[in-house]
Nanobody
Framework: QVQLKESGGGSVQAGGSLRLSCAAS????????MGWFRQAPGKEREGIAA????????YYSDSAKGRFTISRYNANNTVSLQMNSLKPEDTAMYYC?????????????????????WGQGIQVTVSS
């Protein structure tokens, strides 16, 4: 069983930056696909970025490209999401998620149900 815990959320003005972290425990960290998702009130959960922990291959949604960077730190089982040039429309609850051991990131944004483990989420609020 994998446990995920997000940290680093908060409030920031438009144009600012935040760095989210996700600490994973309970299972092997390598050979995992880890992802960040977000959900705003009244909207569906949206994929932001994913990374394959073994090699660091990263993937981004169109809304994240050029502004967000996902990274992994295998030494301490942590995945981060650096968010720059934040906009009010980035306001949402952000979730860290993990696919089961050995599963790649193929179809990470189309097959959200493949992410078996989820954190409790952390709020990010961007004011104009």
């Amino acid at each position: 069983q994998v446990q995920l815990k997000e940290s680093g959320g908060g409030s920031v003005q438009a144009g600012g930056s935040l760095r989210l972290s996700c600490a994973a425990s309970g299972s092997a960290f390598i050979e995992n696909c880890m992802g960040w998702f977000r959900q705003a009130p009244g909207k569906e959960r949206e994929g932001i970025a994913a990374i394959y922990t073994t090699y660091g291959d990263d993937y981004y949604s169109d809304s994240a490209k050029g502004r967000f960077t996902i990274s992994r730190y295998n030494a301490n089982n942590t995945v981060s999401l650096q968010m720059n040039s934040l906009k009010p429309e980035d306001t949402a609850m952000y979730y860290c998620a993990a696919r089961p051991y050995g599963m790649t990131c193929v179809g990470w944004n189309e097959q959200k149900a493949d992410f078996a483990y989820w954190g409790q989420g952390i709020q990010v609020t961007v004011s104009s």
